[in-house]
């Protein structure tokens, strides 16, 4: 990765592939507001274009006296579905937030995805804009490969969990069930980054209710996490349940 693509901050958030407006208001040089104000406009722009019934063909049919009726309802449902996609909520490519300033203010932003980046970058002209929006938009393909590689890891770990919680009511000697799958869980947390679920939701900025395999883990550290899932199946089976030995085991 270039010093470029590393400027250009793009990241999985709510399993989408995200930019934020203060990072693309730093990366082409200009003042947040300004991008803000931009948003803005798309908003107010875009509004007023999905409630436009003459964008409608459902409502506004393509000049019927110039074509035949046959013509006319293949154009229908062939646009209806296209503007259907396009009347998709401002929200779902412009999410709104916050961040904190250096002197503790909380200032509006926005976090945008491929689809609201490329409409609000789309005025900004020059050679220098240009490496800036190729930049990002390699950053994206990256980020949407790694969600796509997270999404079938997790789609697989589905049925690793399901091993994993058969085993531990076959084997578990105690009188909590609960205590040991959540304990055996923050084991593998551990041993695959470092930390419990909380240190490691805290430091990568998610909310407390978030999953950590589902929204916390690379695809390298959930490929990790599934092998120590598989050892610890297999630990348990033969005997080995004491947390201590498997931390010591599941750590080599």
């Known amino acids: 990765m270039n010093e470029l693509e590393q400027l250009t901050e793009v990241m999985i958030k709510d399993r989408k592939a995200i930019t934020s407006?203060?990072?693309?208001?730093?990366?082409?040089?200009?003042?947040?507001?300004?991008?803000?104000?931009?948003?803005?406009?798309?908003?107010?722009?875009?509004?007023?274009?999905?409630?436009?019934?003459?964008?409608?063909?459902?409502?506004?049919p393509?000049?019927?006296?110039?074509?035949?009726?046959?013509?006319?309802?293949?154009?229908?449902?062939?646009?209806?579905?296209?503007?259907?996609a396009v009347k998709k909520r401002f929200k779902d490519h412009f999410k709104e937030t916050t961040y904190?300033?250096?002197d503790g203010r909380q200032v509006?932003?926005?976090d945008l995805?491929?689809?609201g980046f490329t409409m609000l970058v789309t005025g900004f002209n020059g050679k220098e804009a240009m490496k800036f929006k190729l930049a990002y938009f390699s950053r994206f393909d990256e980020m949407e490969q790694e969600l796509i590689k997270r999404n079938t890891l997790y789609d697989?770990?589905?049925?690793?969990?399901?091993?994993?919680?058969?085993?531990?009511?076959e084997h578990y000697q105690g009188d909590n069930l609960s205590d040991e799958i959540r304990s055996m869980t923050q084991l593998l947390y551990m041993v695959t980054a470092g930390n419990n679920a909380s240190k490691l939701k805290r430091d990568r900025g998610l909310d407390r209710k978030a999953s950590v395999f589902a929204?916390?883990?690379?695809?390298?550290?959930?490929?990790?996490?599934?092998?120590k899932e598989s050892q610890l199946i297999a630990l348990y089976q033969a005997g080995v349940t004491d947390y201590h030995e498997l931390k010591e085991k599941l750590g080599d």
């Open 21 to 60: 407006s203060l990072n693309v208001a730093q990366v082409f040089h200009k003042q947040h507001t300004h991008v803000l104000r931009k948003i803005d406009q798309i908003k107010k722009d875009w509004d007023k274009a999905i409630n436009d019934k003459t964008l409608d063909p459902k409502s506004s």
């Open 62 to 84: 393509v000049n019927q006296t110039a074509l035949p009726l046959k013509m006319d309802a293949v154009l229908t449902n062939t646009l209806s579905p296209k503007m259907d």
């Open 100 to 102: 904190i300033t250096k």
């Open 108 to 110: 509006r932003s926005y």
């Open 113 to 115: 995805d491929r689809f």
């Open 156 to 169: 697989i770990e589905k049925d690793l969990r399901r091993q994993l919680t058969d085993c531990l009511k």
């Open 215 to 227: 929204e916390a883990l690379t695809s390298a550290e959930r490929s990790k996490y599934m092998a």
